[in-house]
Nanobody
Framework: QVQVVESGGGLVQPGASLRLSCTASGHTSLTQIMGWFRQAPGKGREYVSYITSNGANTNYADSVKGRFSISRDNAKNTVFLQMNNLKPKGTTVYYC??????????????????WGQGTQVTVSS
């Protein structure tokens, strides 16, 4: 059984920073690949970033490149998403996802096996 739990969301002003955390429990072999997605009200789930098991490979959506940074602490089974210079997008729910193996389709939400409940991020002045 794998559980994924996100935390760190909140209400911030445009230009501010937030650090999201995602902790996975269960068999670590099932959570080698971790990704972040987000979803605004009435919209589909959007890829944000992903990281491989040893942190050697990361990737970002063009919309967050240069502002967001993903990292992981395998000793704590935790992945972080540092978000800087947040844009005024209103309310968005950020989801953490996990899967056992790496492949080229890491931007596709349905390719992830395990999901958290999401953490809400509101960027508004």
């Amino acid at each position: 059984q794998v559980q994924v739990v996100e935390s760190g969301g909140g209400l911030v002003q445009p230009g501010a920073s937030l650090r999201l955390s995602c902790t996975a429990s269960g068999h670590t072999s099932l959570t080698q690949i971790m990704g972040w997605f987000r979803q605004a009200p009435g919209k589909g789930r959007e890829y944000v970033s992903y990281i491989t098991s040893n942190g050697a490979n990361t990737n970002y959506a063009d919309s967050v490149k240069g502002r967001f940074s993903i990292s992981r602490d395998n000793a704590k089974n935790t992945v972080f998403l540092q978000m800087n210079n947040l844009k005024p997008k209103g309310t968005t729910v950020y989801y953490c996802a996990a899967r056992p193996h790496d492949s080229s389709d890491y931007q596709i939400a349905r390719q992830y096996s395990y999901w958290g409940q999401g953490t809400q991020v509101t960027v508004s002045s």
